[in-house]
């Protein structure tokens, strides 16, 4: 009942770091950072700065998890542990392709000594300096994510008309195998209601395929020996792949989602323009320091008494990263003057 537990845990923080605007918000991030290269780099150490310029939103959740003053989670080292689906710094000497866990980074060089602890109790194999194999529950905790992305972006893209019912049942029936029926299926006059049917269902399958390869495959994952995803090996692998293909093709590139992530890459980097040079007291304006003032009193205090650049910058990129898609709007629209008291 632990591995239930500890896996749904850390299932549902395992997003709490990611940015707004999803992927174009971590590069708009990554590449605020190396645009202004000549300006920043010289503030930072090298590993430090590769954090900058390759913003993680799993190495984020890591931080936030584990920051000063969010003591109300209190997670245990095995939920910690199976949150962290890359157990590794940002910049390593080797990336030991084509192991799942190296592929990419889950700590920031601000948590590095807490995940060496982490490693440290539980016992976790190390595989060279500063990088680790997965704790086995990571697998399952992957293999969660994997499911329900590709099942329920699917469902989605049926509800907004942009796959099709005959498609979407085919796929889900792949799945599903012998348990599905589809006489049963007639029988529900609502099609919205069929997917959902076949959804559950399908989740459900394809969480026993996943079980049992991780059964099957524990001692492997123990030894460090086994460091593929779950969802690649299961029997429904290539169904799972074939659904990545059309959501991609007709959802992630579907016109109005290219259009927010447009959008929200400009937001995201306009709000590190806004704030970052205060933050890292270099070349300081007087528009600077008012827009500083917009930041919450936490924020404020955190980049005003931190103990280096890093840590300031790091603050920042907390408040920022923690913004939801209408709040970073929000901000945006009172930084451009598109958005004024009174005048909304």
Not at 272 to 280: E, H, K, Q, T, Y
Not at 294 to 310: G, S
């Amino acid at each position: 009942n632990d591995f239930g537990v500890i896996t749904a845990s850390a299932s549902l923080a395992h997003d709490i770091g990611n940015p707004p605007f999803g992927h174009s918000g971590e590069d708009a991030i990554s590449d605020y950072f190396i645009s202004n290269a000549d300006k920043y780099q010289s503030n930072f150490s090298e590993l430090e700065w590769e954090d900058l310029c390759s913003f993680e939103g799993n190495a984020q959740g890591f931080r936030l998890l584990n920051k000063s003053g969010y003591q109300g989670l209190k997670l245990t080292a095995p939920t910690l542990a199976a949150f962290t689906k890359y157990p590794r710094p940002s910049k390593v000497a080797d990336k030991m392709k084509p192991r799942r866990s190296q592929k990419k980074y889950g700590y920031f060089q601000s948590e590095k000594e807490t995940f060496q602890s982490l490693a440290d109790q539980l016992g976790m194999k190390a595989l060279s300096d500063n990088q680790w194999a997965r704790h086995p529950l990571a697998f399952l905790v992957e293999a969660a994510d994997d499911i329900c992305y590709n099942i329920i972006d699917l469902e989605d893209g049926f509800n907004l008309g942009l796959i099709n019912h005959t498609d979407t049942v085919d796929f889900m029936a792949q799945i599903i195998g012998s348990s599905y029926q589809p006489d049963k299926l007639k029988s529900i006059p609502s099609k919205i209601e069929q997917i959902a049917l076949l959804r559950a269902l399908a989740i459900g399958s394809l969480i026993q395929e996943s079980v049992s390869l991780f059964l099957d495959n524990e001692e492997a994952m123990l030894s460090g020996e086994f460091d593929t995803s779950l969802a690649d090996l299961i029997p429904s692998a290539s169904v799972l792949g074939e659904i990545q293909k059309v959501s991609i093709a007709k959802i992630y590139r579907a016109k109005e989602v290219l259009e927010i992530e447009a959008a929200g890459f400009n937001i995201v980097h306009l709000l590190l323009d806004s704030f970052v040079p205060v933050a890292i007291g270099k070349e300081v304006s007087i528009k600077d320091k008012i827009r500083f003032r917009l930041l919450p009193e936490d924020t404020k205090y955190e980049i005003e008494h931190a103990p280096n650049t890093y840590s300031a910058v790091r603050y920042l990129l907390d408040f920022i990263s923690g913004m939801t898609d209408r709040n970073a709007m929000s901000l945006y629209r009172k930084i451009t003057g598109i958005s004024l008291p009174g005048n909304r």
